[in-house]
């Protein structure tokens, strides 16, 4: 029975892993989409994102079998509790890259972030692929100090965050209300898919150490 649940859990982490991969591609083909009006990878990414949803689905259910079946306690419920943890946050995160390309193809052909806003933005995918790629990392081979790393990255995503308001709000702003609009959605976008990945960090760093952050 031991070692069926390890097999079982092993499969629980290796769908995590899968999911934290695919939501890093998913978010680099959105901001893709985004920043260069590439409707192709929009459209991958809004058709990929089922996928990312069906990973989550197995999770679930493989997490509650092991719950029915083995019963897990201490150190063992933990992993099987941090898994349904982890995976909701990267569901959530898929989703947010799905909410990118979507606002991509809705303004295609026209490109929906002005000249004055592709920095940040392009900073911003940059975190959030680091971020993502940490994920992917720490659910592969559980590391406490890198999984408390992406608490850091999430300040310097916020910093951006600030940054791009200040740009909105500024009364030299040219291209009116919708655009406005739009960007601040994809900066919400971005900062949230970055809080979720603080999220599923906080969990890994609560397996590995048995101590909520």
């Not at 890093?24 to 929009?42: I, N, S």
């Not at 500024?170 to 959605?185: K, M, N, Q, R, S």
């Amino acid at each position: 029975m031991r070692d069926e649940f390890r097999a079982e859990l092993q499969t629980v982490s290796q769908l995590l892993v899968d999911m934290a991969e695919g939501i890093r591609a998913a978010m680099r083909q959105a901001t893709r989409a985004l920043l260069t009006a590439d409707r192709k990878a929009a459209e991958v990414v809004i058709a990929r994102d089922a996928e990312i949803d069906g990973l989550y689905r197995d999770v679930e259910e493989r997490v509650c079998e092991l719950l029915a079946r083995q019963a897990p306690v201490a150190s063992d419920l933990r992993a099987v509790i941090t898994a349904l943890h982890v995976a909701a946050d990267l569901e959530r995160m898929g989703d947010l890259a799905d909410h990118v390309a979507k606002t991509a193809l809705r303004r295609h052909p026209s490109p929906v972030v002005p000249a004055e806003l592709r920095p940040i933005f392009t900073d911003m995918a940059d975190i959030a692929d680091r971020m993502a790629a940490k994920i992917a990392s720490v659910l592969a081979d559980p590391d406490a100090d890198l999984a408390a790393e992406l608490d850091r990255d999430d300040d310097a995503m916020d910093d951006l965050h600030r940054g791009l308001f200040a740009v909105l709000l500024d009364d030299a702003w040219p291209y009116g209300v919708e655009t406005a609009i739009d960007a601040t959605l994809l900066g919400r976008f971005y900062e949230r898919f970055a809080d979720h990945a603080v999220n599923a960090g906080e969990h890994v760093v609560y397996l590995v150490t048995g101590e909520p952050v």
